[in-house]
């Protein structure tokens, strides 16, 4: 039987508010198989970008386990950790995160960089790219001279360029007005689809949310999964 891409046990994370302890995760189970798209539905502050955190190996949980395929994140020390999230998770964020002393190929072609590829691999793949997400003519630009959409564009190729396993996203759209937002969202299914990722979109709208192969809410700590009609 086929492990799945993606497995949470008994995951739990608390942060000190004054005098007392919250339980952002309480406890919380998921398994993702390879290839799915989910949703994660919740109301800002209630975890899902600590979730994301966890879920990549930046933060670690009080207590449970993270498991990406079939690879334990909490048995690596930090150094490994960081080694393994740079060649199979790709993170896509709601403010885009571009460096802004790079232009948008030197931003995409970080994550190869960063795993040693080859310059000439670097270059070939880089130009494929910018053409899938239809910016070649914006290869020499810097950030700050492109558009919203334009540097989620850019920021989607960054977190894809190495074919991770994982995509995670916080919020890819939260930023962009809803047209673009929805152009967006239909390129970043359509690359994960292309490559073959597993993707978790952490999201507080369920519009966004009905583009994904699971629905799941984030509430008081704990991770369910809703039916396809669910009022939200």
């Known amino acids: 039987m086929q492990h799945p891409l993606l497995q949470i046990h008994q995951l739990t994370r608390h942060f000190k508010m004054g005098d007392r302890f919250v339980a952002v995760l309480n ?7 390879k290839g799915e798209t989910i949703a994660l539905l919740g109301r800002s ?5 600590t979730l994301l955190n966890l879920l990549a190996g930046i933060d670690l949980p009080d207590s449970g386990h ?5 690879e334990n ?12 999230r740079r060649r199979h998770i790709g993170f896509v964020h709601q403010f885009f995160n571009l460096i802004p002393t790079l232009t948008a190929a030197e931003n995409i072609a ?7 590829q080859s310059n000439s691999e670097i270059k070939i793949r880089v130009k494929k790219m910018l ?7 914006r290869a020499d630009d810097y950030p700050e001279q492109l558009s919203g959409g334009e540097q989620q564009r ?17 919020e890819p759209t939260g930023n962009l007005d809803a047209q673009t ?3 967006i969202l239909n390129l970043l299914h359509t690359l994960v689809k292309q490559m073959n990722c597993t993707l978790v979109m952490v999201t507080h709208s369920l519009a966004v949310a009905r583009n994904a192969n699971r629905i799941l809410t984030l509430d008081s700590g704990k991770i369910s999964e809703q039916p396809g009609d669910f009022a939200w």
């Open 27 to 33: 406890n919380s189970h998921l398994h993702v198989q």
């Open 45 to 49: 502050g209630c975890g899902k970008s």
């Open 66 to 70: 993270v498991f990406i395929n079939n």
């Open 73 to 84: 994140l909490g048995q690596m020390n930090e150094k490994t950790r960081t080694q393994f």
């Open 110 to 116: 970080l994550p190869l960089e960063l795993n040693q």
């Open 131 to 137: 053409k899938e997400i239809q910016l070649e003519e």
């Open 154 to 170: 850019i920021a989607l190729a960054r977190a894809l360029i190495h074919q991770p396993m994982l995509v995670l996203a916080d």
């Open 181 to 183: 937002g929805k152009q």
